[in-house]
């Protein structure tokens, strides 16, 4: 199984989109991809449709609105898969793992591919269960790739894709320690040079040092919400690749555009929304798609370089 | 990828903790009592220790195994311990600066409490003073020819400081269940 962590220090830049986006391009191809949400916004999961957003949608006061999330106290997620006794003999996966995401009614005309999401709620951010795990912190950031593995769920899958929180957790960091492969959406602005530099630096001293060099390596960042004749963004791209690591990528930029926010509410990934509104979206899935082709390019190098 | 282990305090679960004795002497009914503790908290109030075995986030107990045994039997998946990140010969240390501290995790006396019993010492009836454990009928006699104690200094000096300090234990035990 693949396992790629999408991560970044700042909300806002996109995330979702790329997660999601990304996972059902890997679908398309007739890969069984697992979302892995680890946002206690759990903006993935409710992307994907397997958070009840259409009742949400639907909801006409708090009390309804409350009622609806009170209802994920009683199904297992991700921070039950966490926590939860991996080796125990009644363990299984499957308990965990929503399988009814809409996206496979698109994809299934196209390839074998599917996308299961092992989702996220508020929930994630209330538990204290991890941090009062005994054995430290090594322990502790372990806990998602060990269950990963313990359960079966690295046989059955191609690849896992995994949403980060921007604030870094511990449930956060399960997932840097979790990934081969890290890469970081960011905006193309001056104060984002700085992010993203302390954050790369950052995760080279902790996870890939603690893991000599396993997991968490960044292939590349991912230049969001970019405008075509905006100098700042040239500006910081230019400075990036001069300040970062060689082998650490820009990859193919995505523009910024509403197709994204009107793809979301609609609950498509943008390749489906440019089907049905070529002319406007169009660019913007021709976009996600280069990203995604380069992605998976970059790591067959990877792969073949080891 | 080798992961490093901390001491410390924390959960693990049942299932992660090895014993090699294979059964308690403690007396069932203590046990259950322990069991009916851990149902009613949550959680468990004094913590095992467990240290490292050869197999990974596996944890050998090396004390408390009526509390492991009534975690079990309270039916929690998890339990609390304090973890010695080390093998079964050198947690040694740790045992006994536990087992120290342990006994040396008294209730603490308030100085009304010692002003209550200093009275209670004055005035209360053979009968009374017996119904407090430890005070035995002798005692109870003694108590009252000795009378009055003015001082906690006076009491010492008459009785000894040993005996009263464990009637006085046993007294605010009495009191505070009454209380409750």
Known sequence: MRTIAIHTSKGGVGKTT??????????????????????DQANSSL?????????????????????????????????????????STDFDYRNYIKTDSPFNELIKPISSGRIDVLPGSYRTKANDTLAQTAGGGGIKQHRLYRALHKSGIADVYDYAIIDTPPNLTMVGSNGLYACRYLIVPTQMEYFSVYGVTSLISSIAKTVQFDTDGQRGNVLGIVPMMTEAKNRVNKFASQLLRQTLPIEIEIFPEI???????????????????????????????????????????????????? | MVIKIESGHGLLYLSQIVESQEQSKTEKSEVEEISKSITDWGFNLALPIVCLTSEEEKYRLITGL????????????????????????????????????SSLNQRLIEPEDL??????????KISVLTSIPGIKEGYAKKIKEQRPFNSVDELHKKIGAKRPLTWLKAYVKVKNSLEA
């Open chain 1, 18 to 39: 790329l997660t999601v986006n990304l996972s059902y391009e890997l679908a398309k191809r007739g890969h069984k991809v697992l979302v892995i949400d680890l946002d």
């Open chain 1, 47 to 87: 992307y994907l449709g397997v958070n009840k957003a259409d009742e949400f949608e639907r909801s006409k006061s708090i009390d309804e609105f409350e009622r609806i999330l009170k209802s994920f106290e009683s199904r297992k997620e991700i921070i039950d898969f966490l926590v939860d006794d991996t080796d």
């Open chain 1, 255 to 306: 523009k910024r555009t509403t197709h994204f926010a009107h793809a979301a509410k609609d609950r498509l990934p943008i390749s489906a929304f440019a089907e049905r509104k070529p002319r406007d979206a169009g660019q913007a899935a021709e976009q996600l798609l280069k990203l995604a082709n380069r992605l998976i390019e970059r790591i067959e190098q990877e792969e073949t370089k080891r």
């Open chain 2, 66 to 101: 009526p509390i492991y045994e009534a975690a079990k039997q309270a039916g929690v998946k998890q339990i609390w311990v304090c973890l010695i990140a080390t093998d079964r010969p050198n947690a040694e240390k740790a045992i006994e600066e536990a087992q120290l501290q």
């Open chain 2, 115 to 124: 002003e209550d019993f200093r009275k209670f010492l004055n005035e209360a």
